[in-house]
């Protein structure tokens, strides 16, 4: 018999994984949520920056859309060729595109920044780093 769905989850009972690069520059601890209350269309993962860190480099989807709610925190967030000062109770947009619509969030604060990053689910993406000039793609 299948396990019985719970769908409620509390963002302090999220289990977290380190993520980050081997240089340092990108270092987090990521809850993936989504999966664990069971949604099958919409991504969410529970995400925290430790101060002068960010989690993932500038990129853009082509074919996911995210949202992120901070949480916790201050810092910036590089959208295209602007950068934003964002804080606590802000919601930050990352609809699908290229360098325009590329973004990043950086922790330049001085305590851990907590942000909810909620996103489409798509079975394949390409994924594109302007300050590198790389593409990813991937599908399952």
């Known amino acids: 018999m299948p396990s019985r769905l719970k769908p409620v989850l509390n963002i302090n009972d999220a289990e ?3 993520f980050g690069s081997p240089n340092g520059k990108f270092q987090a ?11 099958e269309k ?3 993962m529970l995400t ?3 101060p002068g860190k960010r989690a993932f480099p500038f ?7 995210e949202l992120f709610y901070i949480i916790e925190g201050n810092g910036e967030y590089r959208f295209g060729d602007e950068t934003h000062a964002i804080r606590e109770g802000d919601v930050l947009a990352a609809p699908t595109g290229g360098p325009e619509r ?12 907590k942000y909810l990053a909620i996103s489409t689910i798509e079975k394949m993406d390409i994924v594109e780093y302007p300050d590198s000039d790389k593409f990813l ?4």
């Open 16 to 18: 977290f994984m380190d």
């Open 137 to 140: 793609t991937y599908s399952f």
């Open 102 to 113: 590329a973004h990043q969030i950086i922790n330049t604060g001085e305590k851990a920044l």
């Open 59 to 65: 990129h853009a989807h082509h074919a996911i859309e």
């Open 29 to 39: 601890k990521l809850g993936r949520m989504g999966p664990a209350v069971g949604t």
């Open 42 to 44: 919409l991504g969410a």
């Open 48 to 50: 925290v920056v430790e």
